[in-house]
């Protein structure tokens, strides 16, 4: 009469090869959900960045408006302005911090500058020969080593076409 079942080696071998297959298995898998949660992280620090680089373009592009307001000051980590209601206040960078005036906009911001043009594109840090403002900001995710870069080039208002030929 011939026995039927599994001999302890082959018991042995298939645990070892099921194990190894979800070893592989369960790396693959935590290297999907390891690049998930930082393509999600960076896509919130990326957001959470928009708003306030959006609402720095919007306002200094209202720069020049009229005579009262304007750009006051220009340097690599704030500019000073007058802002559409006839307020002087600044963006600034301090730590890891950006602000308009007192009022926090952004944290974990790595770096921020603040580049003035004259109308002939070279560089200044006059406040009333300045045409176009370059702000680049950079903002580090929670968690990650690499920062998220963000650049625009804003022209102030009614100065864009002064001199123009």
Same mark, same amino acid.
């Given at each position: 009469?011939?026995?039927?079942?599994?001999?302890?080696?082959?018991?042995?071998?298939?645990?070892?090869?099921?194990?190894?297959?979800?070893?592989?298995?369960?790396?693959?898998?935590?290297?999907?959900?390891?690049?998930?949660?930082?393509?999600?992280?960076?896509?919130?620090?990326?957001?959470?960045?928009?708003?306030?680089?959006?609402?720095?373009?919007?306002?200094?592009?209202?720069?020049?408006?009229?005579?009262?307001?304007?750009?006051? #000051?220009? /340097? !690599?980590?704030?500019?000073?302005? +007058?802002?559409?209601?006839? *307020?002087?206040?600044?963006?600034?960078?301090? $730590?890891?911090?950006?602000?308009?005036?007192?009022?926090?906009?952004?944290?974990?911001?790595?770096?921020?500058?603040?580049?003035?043009?004259?109308?002939? #594109?070279? /560089? !200044?840090?006059?406040?009333?020969? +300045?045409?176009?403002?370059? *702000?680049?900001?950079?903002?580090?995710?929670? $968690?990650?080593?690499?920062?998220?870069?963000?650049?625009?080039?804003?022209?102030?208002?009614?100065?864009?076409?002064?001199?123009?030929?």
């Amino acid at each position: 009469m011939k026995k039927i079942g599994f001999t302890l080696v082959e018991v042995i071998l298939a645990i070892t090869l099921i194990g190894i297959l979800f070893t592989v298995g369960s790396v693959v898998l935590k290297q999907g959900l390891d690049s998930y949660a930082t393509i999600a992280q960076r896509g919130a620090a990326l957001q959470a960045a928009r708003l306030p680089f959006e609402r720095m373009v919007r306002e200094l592009r209202r720069c020049g408006d009229d005579a009262n307001n304007g750009v006051q #000051n220009i /340097q !690599t980590t704030q500019i000073h302005f +007058t802002d559409s209601n006839n *307020i002087n206040t600044n963006f600034n960078w301090s $730590g890891t911090t950006l602000r308009r005036g007192n009022d926090t906009l952004l944290d974990n911001v790595t770096a921020l500058t603040f580049t003035g043009f004259k109308s002939d #594109n070279s /560089q !200044t840090s006059s406040a009333q020969q +300045t045409r176009r403002v370059r *702000i680049q900001i950079s903002v580090l995710p929670t $968690g990650q080593t690499m920062p998220i870069t963000l650049r625009s080039d804003v022209f102030l208002r009614n100065y864009f076409y002064e001199n123009w030929q």
